[in-house]
């Protein structure tokens, strides 16, 4: 009991302790705030790289794909896994060149990756729907065109079909081309383009903030280029903008075009025929399985690969894991600051206090009991100091984008650069683990940093100490 009372009066009294206390926990305050916005920013990448990849893909390397998707969804449908899947999807992915004109100029093509999918089936894969930004579309995705979107086709645009791009686009208003007798003018497919392409985000010279600047809007014409996938053959279309996808991740909404597969089947030459095919599993605890049956049934000796997403993803996720692993190693040291403190205050006190250890061992006190009395006050200051500092690190966490504005109006510079990140906020994610493992991590350093104090203190001599001036 009496070692308790000690390491409490210790505790109040000695102002040098407060410096061992704040050590710890601007330590543990900051190793939470990391690690939960890491972690917030690790969560949210999954979320969008998983939303926008299946579970399972099935890809061929062959340039014109494989024939007959159907056929092969049939039968992984009717083999001993077919219990495991809840949807399938055939996808044609081809890089190409999208060309745009804005306000009467063109543009320098870009390049950008084609997908060909159903809408609907593409939509049951993962949260495809939810990025897009027509709120119709979220619920029953197509590539149709809104009335307002084809409103605005008809009185800005008259296309021609397989004509060159300064004959496709048209002056508003003006009168299309007569067609000949016997040529009919089909209509247009409709395309889903990534936000970024779409919008441009500049900073203005004056106030230093980000303004979006719209290429394009739902109805405008865009002039598609590819790769015939029989003859590698150029080929292109004029496609309308029906939509646009915003995930948040400049490499998707930068890149990244989706289109109608029959359209893209029939634009390359590829009738019947896809790349790819998506699978998304009831269980996803079930991939191993389900990789090693469609493994078997589809060998890379006839150039299939099957991958998951995480395997597709595997460098990016790997690179995350091993930057937060190395970034909490080095934020780790700042507890170690406050553990080297925790030891010199410690020596400091056992000089000082030797006379009352004399007195201690005396009347009876054990080498066993100083020593846990230092050990006892090491760890009270850890308790006190990861309990302060989880308080301060999860307060900092859960009102950290309003900490980061007002720290933006006072300094003048915005500090998350949306234009970067295209993030509405910065994203957390608290971890109960991490929090305790942060606490545990500072505790067990300040009980190991008082072990050498403790020992100075276990075996002074008593005569000695009493006789010590």
Known sequence: MYKLLLCWRYLLTRRLAMACIISVMLGVATLIVVNSVMSGFSTKLKERLHGLISDISLDCDNFDGFYDPEEKMQRILHSPIGHKIEAMTPVIEILGLLSISYEGQQLQPRTVHIIGINAESRARMGSFAEFLTDPRNKQHPSFELSSEAKRWHDQHWTPLQNAPFEQVQGPAGALPPPIMPGQEQKAQAGIIIGDAIGNVRIRRSDTNKPEIIPLLQRGDEVLLYTISGQKFNAVFDSVVVADFIKTEMSEYDSSYVFVPLDWLQQLRTMQNRATSLQI???????????????????????????????????????????????????????????????????????????????????????????????????????????????????????????????????????????????????????QVLSVALVNAGAVAIAVIFSVVPALKAAMLHPVRALRYE
Not at 293 to 300: H, Q, T, V, Y
């Open 280 to 430: 998304k599993l009831k269980d996803y605890n079930d991939h191993k399985d389900v990789l090693d049956a469609l493994s078997a049934m589809f060998p890379k000796e006839l150039n299939y690969r099957v991958q998951t997403w995480e395997d597709k993803q595997g460098p990016l996720l790997a690179a995350i894991a091993i930057e937060k692993g190395i970034l909490n190693i080095l934020l780790f040291l700042i507890i170690g600051v406050a553990g080297f403190g925790i030891l010199a205050i410690f020596a400091m006190i056992v000089v000082e206090k030797t006379r009352d250890i004399g007195v201690l061992k005396a009347l009876g006190a054990s080498n066993g009991g100083v020593m846990k009395i230092f050990l006892g006050y090491g760890f009270l200051l850890g308790v006190v100091g990861a309990v302060l500092g989880s308080i301060l690190g999860l307060e900092i966490t859960t009102h950290i984008n309003g900490i980061e504005k007002v720290l933006a109006s006072l300094t003048g510079h915005e500090i998350f650069d949306r234009s970067v990140y295209y993030f509405n906020e910065i994203p957390t994610d608290i």
